[in-house]
């Protein structure tokens, strides 16, 4: 599967960044964006460490993959960070994205969408429910999913989308895999398979709510 | 923070799961929970490994830290082995949620919640604005922020799931605290300050798309 290939793939072997360097570095800058709106001009990786919850060697060791630039006693320039981790991620172009399934959980991400980052622009929304077709979220029109493939290729749509029931998503995925998307964030709870050039990204947040709740559970408990 | 402390803390010394491991569980559980249904009897590293995108050693080693049980040439007994991690989790128990936050993606969760097993249950859903106060989700009345106290006393309630916007998060999480939660589940693109003694798990799904889109925007380039 996609995951497995890139990672002792050839793309990650030039670029030698692990994807959990990958995944921290959205919460890099996403700490970094807020700083940067409070003026504050640089920031120590003792007080990155401490705001996000990471070790401050890690956080140093995971900057230091893309070239040295904080300085010591001083710290790393906020805006200058900023920059160079939109770089690396390549925020500083637009990523067409569409979305399947226009219930509660659509509407919601489509209505965060106009809150993100101009580099993520959801062109079009799918439903297979002939109820939700032609209605509207914000500006865009519902679909029907026979419109998926002509839609994907006119708006350069790369990464779909998936908010429907778990027994459609795998139904769903097979769909946008074969319009041409490169990349599948799925929301409903079950795994799904692609071929291998296509990455999935899972975002089932029973997972983190069952982790979450582990924790509480052994509140005070003495030994597993 | 709650995740540093736990993770040099007392709890996590005697259990010696990694936090990565208990991650990883809620994903192993899911999927075996598939295959019961599909009354597959047993599973082996490899499989797993193969569906879940993970390395079968990584899995062999996960599953020994609650003890042994795979067979050499069998694999895993699916029911066991999903009793097994249950117990982990501690899932066995109802533990009881207050929802904040009764937007789109407010009712996609606890629709959502409906569907999940019934360790998980929303139990109260809150909203600062007048006009959500009164309206039904589901079986459950949106109630004023004012209560919110009163009912996690009252429905010993545990976790509190945020799904307001960024803006309004850091407030919601002071309040939760204050009425007494132990865990925080937040949706709010934003990173938020609790007490030690309080675990916080985001769910913030553009981290999810951000790295998703790293992968693809590399995709074809020669180095970084």
Known sequence: MARCRTKGGKRMKQMKISEAVVRRLP??????????????QTVSSQDLGQRLDLNPAQIRKDLAYFGEFGRKGIGYDVVYLIEKIRQILKLNQTLH???VGAGNLGHALCNYNMYMNDNMK??????????????HINSLTVRPMQDLKQLVDEHNIRIGIITVPAVEAQNVANQLVEAGVEGILNFAPVILKVPEEVRIHHADFTRELLSLAYYLDYEGEESL
């Open 122 to 135: 959801i062109m079009a929304v799918f439903d297979a429910l002939p109820s939700k077709i032609g209605t």
């Open 27 to 40: 919460i890099y800058l996403q700490f970094l964006n807020e700083l940067n709106k409070r003026e504050v």
């Open 97 to 99: 994205v569409a979305l």
